[in-house]
């Protein structure tokens, strides 16, 4: 056990000697806040690799086969997984991550008893230096299991020794594109399948509460390659004006976080969509605001915007006036639509309005206007009827 420890100690000894002649955290010069912050994170990495190797311990005392006798059970825990969790406070997934790390690392012994090297004995060492944590140790781990399968274990082994050498110094995010590059490199026709895997799991899913709409995406790569791109198109623009620009400290200075900025950029992208006249993919989608002509005219009031349940105030409406069009429409005292457009084959854009005014959206089920299209009750060709509103619908 002590040779298990001695790199833990190194590390503490350094942490120690980095925070000498130090009162608190404050009085650290950037020297020493640098050479601190990189004790804590050796003197982390040591502390993880002893627990790997105690966690492998406690589960190994712990497997089902000992019934009663298991160490977990003894002290009142389903397993070693919930034992680890409890008692140093981490997730059940963080505990089970560390049993495995553990028991992938730890020396093995055959069916007569005799010692074998480790399972992956880079891993294993570079743990135990303090190079690398759990971790980067997990993420490795489960990669060459995979890789092991499908490319046989002298390339799982090449695989280990350059992801060991070439881990150390990275974060988590770097680790894991490294693996997934090097998984499309030594697995090639497995590509397709995951990108398979990866585009059944994308989703959107949108709803509303406080007046905002909450979105939430997940998207694979093939479908979020062109939305982050249009994003951080739009965030780049907007952080050049910035830079160009007036004075940061001027009252009128833009003061967007970069959340909103991305925020404004979604609703540019998809404002660009509804209004460009060569986009056929939208099924007819528009945005509809409905204000009275007093409240525009006067600035004061609000308006409705379809599907939303939030109102908006006038300098809104005014402001998302600016890409569309007013369509100024009067309503009888029975709540008909009068003077809407003329006869032709196909209902016209204000037709469509009207209609969606006054059935609300699909007349048959519900669907908001946005998601509508007008058609003839008595069809154009077949019955001869007239493309007027007494004889249209929502649908």
Not at 66 to 78: C, E, N, T
Not at 286 to 297: G, K, N
Request: proline share 4%.
């Amino acid at each position: 056990m002590t040779s298990t420890l001695d790199p833990l100690f190194e590390a503490v000894a350094l942490l120690r000697d980095s925070w000498a002649g130090a009162h608190g955290g404050t009085d650290l010069t950037r020297t020493q806040l640098i050479a601190v912050n990189d004790a804590i994170g050796a003197a982390k990495r040591c502390l993880d690799a002893v627990h790997a190797e105690v966690a492998a311990g406690i589960a190994h005392e712990s497997r089902r086969e000992l019934g009663p006798d298991s160490l977990a059970k003894q002290q009142g825990f389903r397993g070693a997984a919930q034992l680890i969790a409890t008692t140093t406070g981490a997730s059940t997934g963080d505990a089970a991550r560390l049993v495995k790390v553990g028991e992938a690392t730890a020396p093995r012994t055959n069916l007569i008893g005799e010692t074998m090297p480790s399972k992956f004995p880079a891993i294993r060492a570079a743990l135990g230096a303090g190079r690398i944590d759990t971790t980067v140790a997990g993420a490795l781990v489960a990669f060459l299991d995979r890789i092991r399968l499908k490319a046989g274990h002298v390339v799982a082994s090449e695989a280990e020794t350059t992801l060991v050498e070439m881990a150390p110094g990275l974060a988590l995010d770097d680790v894991r594109r490294m693996i997934t590059r090097m998984e499309a490199h030594l697995d090639p026709d497995g590509v397709a399948p995951r990108e398979d895997e990866l585009r059944a799991r994308a989703s959107v899913s949108m709803f509303q509460r406080d007046g905002m709409l909450h979105l939430t995406a997940v998207l694979d790569p093939a479908r979020s390659a062109p939305v982050k791109a249009a994003i951080e198109g739009y965030v780049s623009a907007e952080f050049a004006a910035k830079r160009d620009g007036r004075d940061p400290d001027a009252p009128d200075a833009d003061r967007r976080t970069l959340g909103q900025i991305q925020a404004d950029a979604l609703a540019h992208v998809a404002e660009h969509a509804l209004t460009c006249l060569k986009n056929s993919t939208l099924n007819g989608a528009t945005v509809i605001v409905r204000v009275t002509a007093a409240d525009l005219e006067s600035g004061s009031g609000s308006g409705l915007i379809d599907g939303l349940e939030q109102p908006v105030g006038i300098p809104t409406v005014r402001r998302m006036a600016g890409g569309g069009t007013v369509t100024r429409w009067m309503r009888g005292e029975d709540g008909q639509i009068l003077n809407w457009g003329r006869d032709r084959r196909l209902f016209t854009r204000t037709q469509r309005h009207a209609l969606a005014e006054r059935d609300g959206g699909c007349a048959f089920c519900g669907l908001p206007p946005a998601m509508t299209k007008a058609h003839h009750i008595d069809w154009w060709a077949r019955d001869h009827g007239t493309t007027d509103l007494a004889n249209a619908t929502s649908c």
